[in-house]
Every structure is written in structure tokens, then in C-alpha cells.
């Protein structure tokens, strides 16, 4: 049971990236999903996340009007689009889910599965 992250690379600063997150080994379409992030030398922090039904979403202040979360239960995956990108969005980005029909994953502790990471390098 696996969490594939991809379509991180580099990027200048004000370009978009397209993050992907799909899911093998079984089926996560009605669990909460979400999207991390860990920066040389920080701790992993919370980007955006979205409820089972995507319904509600939710951002951290630095990416509010620049990301945007969606989600396709028919495919089994969840994605982030990153506009407006800028140097300190440099990072790893981590997907995650956590229970059935469960909320927006917004911390770590609600996480039940990760994905393996990708990075996302913004140069000025």
C-alpha cells in the first residue's frame, strides 16, 4: 500500500507546478487527503488539505490564493497546483491521507499514510 508523489522539478520563481498523488495496493478515494512540505533543516508543515468528498479545503496562510487542492476519487488521487511559485516554497512536498471519509489532513498526527516525496526546487 503505497502514496505516489510526482511532478516536482525546478522551476523559476513565478512559474506553476503540478503536484500528483495517486495511491496503489488499495483504494484511498474516501479518505481525508493532504499536502506537506519540509524544507532543509524545518520541520514538515502543513500546505493544504481536503475532505473525502472535497467539499472543504483548506491552506496555510503562505500558499492561500497561489495553491490549489483537488481531488479525483474516481482516479484515486489527489493534486496540488502551485501558481505564483516563490524561493521559499523550495521544499519536499508530501502527500498524506488519514481515515475513511475523514476531513482535511491539516497536521501530522492525523496522517495515516505518507507519500515518499517530491521536491520542488523555486530559484530566483
Not at 2 to 29: E, M
Amino acid at each position: 500500500v503505497q502514496l505516489q508523489a510526482s511532478g516536482g522539478g525546478l522551476v523559476q520563481a513565478g512559474g506553476s507546478l503540478r503536484l500528483s498523488c495517486a495511491a496503489s495496493g488499495r483504494s484511498f478515494s474516501n479518505y481525508g487527503k493532504g499536502w506537506f512540505r519540509q524544507a532543509p533543516g524545518k520541520e514538515r508543515e502543513f500546505v493544504a488539505g481536503i475532505s473525502w468528498s472535497g467539499d472543504n479545503t483548506h491552506y496555510a496562510d503562505s500558499v492561500k490564493g497561489r495553491f490549489t487542492i483537488s481531488r479525483d476519487n474516481a482516479k484515486n488521487a489527489v493534486s496540488l497546483q502551485m501558481n505564483s511559485l516563490k524561493p521559499e516554497d523550495t521544499a519536499v512536498y508530501y502527500c498524506a491521507a488519514s481515515s475513511p471519509f475523514g476531513a482535511a489532513v491539516r497536521t501530522t498526527h492525523q496522517a495515516s499514510r505518507w507519500g515518499q516525496g517530491t521536491l520542488v526546487t523555486v530559484s530566483s
